[in-house]
């Protein structure tokens, strides 16, 4: 491992919901909830303010509702996230060419390969500090928790210390007593299979795994796992960051000549595609991080729905279940015109999650729309930005029984009026959100 401290590892502080609390100042301070708005959506990020109820990533919408009826409960722009992340990738490319996003919210660098500068804890520290300030200011106020550590793993390890909106360094030298009192599965390759061997040896905590020996391991879990999970429960990783690579996905679309509404039938055609695309992933060489399923409907509107894995494979079978999952999420009693499996996220080797302790083996849910491009879209999504000829822009607080109701406010404006309208009111028309029209 390296004598310094200068892997960092940044996470956005539940970015998709901070986005829409920062762009709708009636929300701030305010439990908000983000992903599929369906009666069978999952969660993709919850504020802060909704994780005291409970609420969580992968948690079903219906749950969540449940245990915080009271939040305001959105769709999604992922137009805005991207240009918040285009924003943070930026920075920190400033401060090394040795930058490995992992998602639009997180990312390692390593300072080590950026400008000469002292790699002492304490300038480490106020370099991360800094970054901070910088990206809360570019941002308009979305915050980060910054860990920085002598690993990829340890920094990682750092960042989820350091949450929400702080700064952690694990000093070199005190990185294996640093993860003793973490849980076991706090280890990269520990998921649910994996914990249930190890329990039967009495572990529970990473100290636990620390006494085992190799033999042991390598007896319970086979020659590989055993060996990664031995180096890394002694903090042994010397993984490099890798800097981003152009964007790679594999995928396999069917256009139905006729609108197919049997979900028995779709489900089949989805087994049939997620087969080729690990077919494909196998020829290649390549593990997938991303599963995603795209449904475009009789009115040429589409929805795509995608799950990243807490860690990579190629595995028909993985594929084929999550691709089923995320199909029995949509309501396809309308008809189906296409279907389309794919993955991305594409690496080299299985990869497992770093650290995720409330999820074992989940993933986060996200969910895209795209409404016709030459039609009007059939329903307003909430959370969307839309703009009134006479009131201005503002987003969409609720739709149904034929009216739309419309809070009209910006970041820069404060809380602003509530308004309803009929749904097919001409003034009324979708809009772009605020950060993708105004890139200054």
Known sequence: MRP???????????????????????LRGKPV???????????????????????????????ARRRCPNAAFLGGRFDAYREASAIVMGLLRELSPLVEPLSLDEAFVDLAAGPERPLEDGALVALAQDLRARLAEATGGLTASVGLGSSKFIAKVASELAKPNGV???????????IAVLPARAIPGVGPATMDRLSRLGVRTVADLQRLTLVEMVRELGKAGGEHLFALARADDDRAVEPERETK??????????????????????????????????????????????????????VSRSRTLDGATDRAE???????N????????????????????LV??????????????????????????????????????VVHQAFGRGWVWGSGLGRVTVRFET??????????????????????????????
Request: aromatic share 6%.
């Open 348 to 385: 080299e080797v299985a990869q497992e999650p770093l650290f995720d302790l409330e999820v074992a083996a989940v993933g986060r849910v996200v969910e895209e729309a795209q409404a016709p491009l030459t039609r009007r879209p059939s329903g307003w999504l909430p959370g969307s930005d």
């Open 249 to 302: 996905s594999i995928s396999v679309e069917d256009t139905f000549e006729h609108d197919i509404a049997d979900a028995g039938v779709l489900a089949g055609i989805a087994d049939r595609q997620a087969q080729q695309v690990a077919e494909r992933l196998g020829k290649a060489g390549l593990f997938a991080r991303t599963v995603t399923v795209k449904v475009r409907w009789p009115d040429f509107s589409s």
């Open 168 to 178: 952690r360094l694990v000093a070199p030298g005190t990185e294996v007593e640093t």
């Open 318 to 324: 993985v594929v084929s279940q999550i691709a089923r």
């Open 411 to 440: 970041a820069e404006t404060g809380p602003g009026p509530v308004r309803t309208f009929a749904a097919d009111d001409p003034a009324l028309t979708p809009a772009p959100s605020l950060a993708a029209a105004d890139p200054s």
């Open 33 to 63: 909830i983000v992903g599929g708005i369906g009666l069978r959506g999952v969660v993709s990020t919850a504020s802060y303010e909704a994780r005291t109820f409970g609420v969580g990533s992968a948690m079903a919408m219906s749950e």
């Open 326 to 345: 995320l199909l029995d999420g949509l309501e396809t009693s309308q008809g189906v015109r296409l279907l389309g499996v794919g993955v991305s996220g």
């Open 4 to 26: 310094q401290a200068s892997i960092m590892h940044l996470d956005l502080d539940a970015f998709f919901a901070a986005v829409e609390q920062r762009d709708k100042p009636s």
